[in-house]
């Protein structure tokens, strides 16, 4: 799971950071901080967040893999803009 993948699902269910936060029983800072890519994520956690996530019916996909439903994929890692 990479944090353009958590901020494609959360922004497909229609939720934001606080709520994710609380469906993952992490802290708003845990979810932020990974997404904005200034600190990883302990295991315990990107699980947590994982599994949030897809209880709400989100698949992460790697590479190749195919959906089972309707959704979008990155065809290349996105540039961090400075």
Known sequence: MI???VRMARNALR???RE?????KVTPATVTRFETEKGGLQHSSAEAIRKALEAQGIQFLDTGETALGAGVVLKRPIEKLE
Not at 20 to 24: D, H, N
């Open 20 to 24: 994710l936060a609380e469906l993952a």
């Open 3 to 5: 944090p353009a993948q």
């Open 15 to 17: 939720i934001g950071v």
